[in-house]
């Protein structure tokens, strides 16, 4: 069965600096994917950044980047220049590989970002 | 502004109720999705649709029953619920398959079941 993990429950970023938020998971797929979704209060899910198991480079967009280490299977998301508007709770999911149709995706616990000023 | 639109916002029912969820999408996505969110939990997978047609039940109670019209509008008919159902009910839609395809969320319906 695949399994994601966050480790952070809670994490808190200067406005301006940069910061990552940590995420592991466990397969014996050869063939994954890997998402990143921002949750705000207001509860929109909303996505960020696609990384896919056999993709060579590691994934850009705008102010996000996926530090994927696939030996160590690690997915970390990285935001540069916080502002206030990335508080957030920010989910880690995988893919999971099934016969139906449609992309069933399974998520992590989440790690609530916090940006002060 | 969100590309997948659920109705209502809130909703509030008594546990001998029969209420519906909306949701409605003109991506032209052919996969369309029910998630349960509890406060401070991850969403939680309840129903998929592939083709309009029922690909997916995770074992969920008979209590709530979906229905995909078309590919553009996937309902949520929910009876004689726990208030244990509380939560936030999020839709979401997709590309039929594809490891690259992300999902694309609504803003969700937050019941409260009384």
């Known amino acids: 069965a695949q399994k994601i993990t966050q480790t952070q429950p809670g994490m808190f970023v200067q406005e301006k600096e940069a910061v990552t938020l940590d995420c592991t998971y466990d397969?014996?797929?050869?063939?994954?994917?890997l998402f990143w979704y921002k949750q705000p209060s207001s509860g929109e899910m909303i996505f960020l950044i696609y990384?896919?198991?056999?993709?060579?480079q590691n994934a850009t967009e705008g102010r996000y980047s996926l530090n994927f280490q696939k030996a160590r299977k690690s997915a970390n998301l990285v935001i540069s220049a916080s502002q206030l508007g990335d508080s957030a709770m920010y989910f880690c999911?995988?893919?999971?590989?099934?016969?139906?149709?449609?992309?069933?995706?399974?998520f992590g616990t989440g790690t609530q970002l916090k940006v002060e000023l | 502004d969100t590309e997948v639109t659920q109705t209502p916002k809130h909703l509030v029912m008594g546990m001998t109720n029969k209420k519906s969820l909306k949701c409605e999408q003109h991506m032209g996505h052919r996969a369309m999705y029910w998630y349960k969110q509890k406060a401070k939990k991850p969403p939680e997978l309840m129903f998929v649709y592939s083709y309009e047609k029922l690909s997916i039940n995770e074992s969920v109670p008979s209590r709530f029953s979906p229905e995909c019209p078309n590919s553009s509008l996937l309902n949520l008919h929910l009876h004689a619920l726990q208030p244990e159902d509380s939560a936030l009910y999020l839709c979401?839609?997709?590309?039929?398959?594809?490891?690259?395809?992300?999902?694309?969320f609504g803003n969700g319906t937050r019941l409260t079941v009384t």
């Open positions: 990384q896919g198991s056999y993709d060579q």
């Open positions: 999911a995988m893919r999971e590989a099934f016969t139906g149709g449609g992309n069933k995706l399974t």
């Open positions: 397969t014996s797929d050869p063939s994954y994917g």
């Open positions: 979401a839609s997709s590309q039929e398959s594809g490891n690259d395809s992300p999902l694309h």
